[in-house]
């Protein structure tokens, strides 16, 4: 499972991690959009408030581990209360990595979604509206220190492409399963 901020590369990296693996790819995006046939703005509409949102984004995550018997590499999208996430990552055969960066960094990489979850790039908007986003991004690290805590396996990516970015997490994954067969 791979857990992170808002842009900081979960999907991009998942995807390429899961092909390199030979797994398969889930974004816990696209499986509540599936599971509620819905846009992520409506869901997000429909559940306003964040304890809901993370409840219902713990149990999907807990039936996918469940459901899946193959190898699954999970971009998970954010869950503001870890309560609804952590007792996944003692599970056996999870390995739990968070991906991290500067707040510079995610945001030459911010994108946007529009009501129908199209994603875009609007630079011009993005920089006219640079300290409001740079002050968000800052707010979701400094709040995800806390909320991961438990994640022991941390990943910074220093802006790298994704191709050096997946060696490195392969990296922690093998010393995951090499510590893990260590008495």
């Known amino acids: 499972m791979l857990f992170g901020v808002s842009n900081v590369g979960k999907t991009t990296t998942g995807k390429k991690l899961a092909e390199k693996l030979g797994y398969t790819f889930i974004d816990l995006d ?4 599936n599971k509620f046939q819905t846009t992520l703005e409506i869901f997000t509409n429909e559940h306003p408030f964040s304890l809901e ?7 999907i ?10 190898k699954l590499v999970i971009a998970v ?7 609804h996430f952590n007792n996944l990552l003692e599970l ?3 390995t739990a990595i968070e991906l991290c960066d500067t707040a510079e960094h ?3 990489r911010l994108v946007f979604s529009d009501e129908n979850d199209v994603i875009y790039r609007d630079d011009a908007y993005k920089e006219e509206h640079r300290d409001y986003y740079m002050n968000d991004i800052h707010d979701d690290i400094a709040h995800a220190k806390q909320l ?4 022991k396996k941390k990943y910074f990516i220093d802006n790298q492409p994704v191709d050096k970015v997946v060696e490195g997490v392969l990296a922690l994954i093998k010393d ?8």
């Open 30 to 33: 696209d499986e509540i959009k």
């Open 53 to 59: 949102r993370a409840k219902i984004k713990g149990e």
């Open 61 to 70: 995550l807990k039936e996918l581990i469940s459901r899946h018997q193959e």
């Open 77 to 83: 999208s954010p869950i503001y209360y870890a309560q």
């Open 92 to 94: 056996n055969g999870v």
């Open 106 to 108: 995610i945001f030459q």
């Open 148 to 151: 991961f805590r438990k994640i």
């Open 176 to 183: 995951s399963e090499r510590s893990s067969l260590s008495p």
